[in-house]
């Protein structure tokens, strides 16, 4: 089972840091994905990590404000958000898959297999 967790309520300006968590099975053997769902819009995607860690994605949107990341010793991946902004609000869900993603691919949902249940962040004053 994969979780995300770590969303709330922050004011425009501030951080969070979500985690995504597996119960079942070892995430250092994935590419996971983090996306977002904004009430009313499509599901976007915000930022990959390869397996290795070394291959990291980010949405234009996100670039330079958040920050993806992986701890296998503690079998979960971590996603940075720093100077949050109101149009950042939204569900945020992560996701794994098996394949490598490159940079035309990795925002893609359909890429992969299994979902986890989102976690809400409101950016609001």
């Known amino acids: 089972q994969l979780q995300a967790s770590g969303g709330g309520l922050v004011q425009p300006g501030g951080s969070l840091r979500l985690s995504c968590a597996a119960s079942r099975y070892t995430l250092e053997y994935y590419t996971i994905g983090w996306f977002r769902q904004a009430p009313g819009k499509e599901r976007e995607g915000v930022s990959c990590?390869?397996?290795?860690?070394?291959?990291?994605f980010y949405a234009n949107s996100v670039k330079g404000r958040f920050t993806i990341s992986r701890d296998n010793a503690k079998n979960t991946v971590y996603l940075q958000m720093n100077s949050l902004k109101p149009e950042d609000t939204a569900v945020y869900y992560c996701a794994t898959s098996t394949f490598r993603p490159i940079s035309s691919t990795w925002y893609r949902g359909t890429n992969y297999d299994y979902w986890g249940q989102g976690t809400l962040v409101t950016v609001s004053s």
């Open positions: 990590i390869s397996v290795s860690g070394g291959r990291l």
